[in-house]
């Protein structure tokens, strides 16, 4: 009797689980999909765009920017295609109908050549936090556990007994490893100058240009309601050698121009021509790029790509 009720029982329980599943699957089935509204697919859109704008963008002949383009004076060396042709590229990128509220997309607006300038500095700075302290050691192991806040009271207790048993506290020091823990990569910063020394009266009007879309680019937006102001330009920086990008040098993802330094008498005093145009004026552009330096970047730049991706 008692096996009849069990079989029973069991019966009873998979037929209910397959009336379950059934009815789920039924369910399943009959369910549509609500189709994603067009905000949603533009927005998904926009941030794909987005981006990929950030990364990267090597600069071949091919595909050489077409809009404005200002050469620093003196242009008898911006201007020259002769080999060995080292000159930096600052593309300025500004936010599409700002007024109206923008796509999240940003158009290429000016370029502005100058020839390489002193110190091309790469530098990266990684952020860890040592626990060296009793204090950062015992706050550790309590977040881990609380079993490890038992044995590192233990181990700090027999630490310091051992150090004042010792008889030798003079002549000693208490050595405590240290526990490193990555925290994050500083983002990179570039710092640039540029002395233009015109040598006539139109390359002295282009210098004006160049110093006048420099500012304009890095200098936000009022916007009509004159409560908001939109972002400046973004850029990209590219180190060209032959009119491609110098494998050697730094490659820099898209950047923020963080100061614009306008030196007007570079030679301590305003020294003009005759129209009054200074005959030097040094330029110091200060960028920082917006996003993290990854190994991958690096791989993906380098031509022992497959032994550096094998970390992946």
Same mark, same amino acid.
């Given at each position: 009797?008692?096996?009849?009720? +069990?079989?029973?029982?069991?019966?009873?329980?998979?037929?209910?689980?397959?009336?379950?599943? $059934?009815?789920?699957?039924?369910?399943?089935?009959?369910?549509?999909?609500?189709?994603?509204?067009?905000? &949603?697919?533009?927005?998904?859109?926009?941030?794909?765009?987005?981006?990929?704008?950030?990364?990267? =963008?090597?600069?071949?002949?091919?595909?050489?920017?077409?809009?404005?383009?200002?050469?620093?004076?003196?242009?008898?060396? $911006?201007? /020259?295609?002769?080999?060995?042709?080292?000159?930096?590229?600052?593309?300025?990128?500004?936010?599409?109908?700002?007024?109206?509220?923008?796509? /999240? +997309?940003?158009?290429?607006? /000016? +370029?502005?050549?100058?020839?390489?300038?002193?110190?091309?500095?790469? =530098?990266? %700075?990684?952020?860890?936090?040592?626990? %060296?302290?009793?204090? @950062?050691?015992?706050?550790?192991?309590?977040? $881990?556990?609380? @079993?490890?806040?038992?044995?590192?009271?233990? *181990? &700090?207790?027999?630490?310091?007994?051992?150090?004042? %048993?010792?008889?030798?506290?003079?002549?000693?020091?208490?050595?405590?490893?240290?526990?490193?823990?990555? *925290?994050?990569?500083?983002?990179?910063?570039? $710092?640039?100058?540029?002395?233009?020394?015109?040598?006539? &009266?139109?390359?002295?009007?282009?210098?004006?240009?160049?110093?006048?879309?420099?500012?304009?680019?890095?200098?936000?937006?009022?916007?009509?309601?004159?409560?908001?102001?939109?972002?400046?330009?973004?850029?990209?920086?590219?180190?060209?050698?032959?009119?491609?990008?110098?494998?050697?040098?730094? =490659?820099?993802?898209?950047?923020?121009?963080?100061?614009?330094?306008?030196?007007?008498?570079?030679?301590?005093?305003?020294?003009?021509? &005759?129209?009054?145009?200074?005959?030097?004026?040094?330029?110091?552009?200060?960028?920082?790029?917006?996003?993290?330096?990854?190994?991958?970047?690096?791989?993906?730049?380098?031509?022992?790509?497959? =032994?550096?991706?094998?970390?992946?």
């Amino acid at each position: 009797m008692l096996g009849l009720i +069990t079989s029973l029982s069991q019966v009873v329980y998979t037929t209910a689980q397959s009336g379950h599943i $059934t009815a789920s699957n039924s369910a399943h089935k009959n369910r549509t999909l609500q189709p994603k509204t067009q905000q &949603e697919l533009d927005n998904e859109k926009n941030k794909a765009s987005r981006v990929k704008e950030l990364k990267f =963008k090597a600069i071949s002949k091919s595909n050489m920017p077409t809009q404005d383009i200002y050469y620093a004076p003196p242009h008898s060396v $911006t201007t /020259n295609e002769n080999p060995p042709y080292h000159k930096i590229m600052y593309m300025a990128y500004e936010w599409e109908n700002p007024e109206q509220g923008g796509n /999240n +997309t940003m158009n290429l607006a /000016n +370029t502005f050549i100058f020839p390489f300038p002193a110190g091309i500095n790469d =530098k990266v %700075t990684t952020e860890w936090d040592d626990e %060296t302290s009793m204090i @950062k050691r015992l706050t550790a192991a309590l977040v $881990t556990s609380d @079993k490890k806040i038992g044995d590192q009271l233990k *181990k &700090e207790a027999q630490s310091k007994w051992d150090n004042l %048993t010792s008889g030798s506290r003079r002549k000693v020091a208490e050595f405590n490893q240290a526990d490193f823990y990555f *925290k994050s990569v500083a983002k990179r910063d570039f $710092t640039f100058s540029h002395k233009m020394t015109p040598q006539s &009266e139109t390359e002295s009007v282009v210098m004006k240009d160049i110093v006048d879309w420099i500012q304009y680019h890095a200098s936000p937006l009022l916007k009509k309601t004159n409560v908001q102001l939109i972002g400046p330009a973004e850029w990209e920086i590219h180190f060209l050698s032959n009119g491609v990008d110098n494998p050697f040098l730094p =490659k820099i993802k898209r950047c923020i121009l963080e100061s614009v330094a306008i030196n007007d008498t570079p030679n301590d005093s305003f020294q003009s021509s &005759e129209n009054s145009h200074p005959n030097d004026v040094e330029i110091e552009l200060t960028f920082k790029e917006i996003g993290i330096r990854t190994k991958q970047d690096i791989g993906s730049n380098s031509g022992t790509r497959s =032994k550096m991706m094998q970390w992946e």
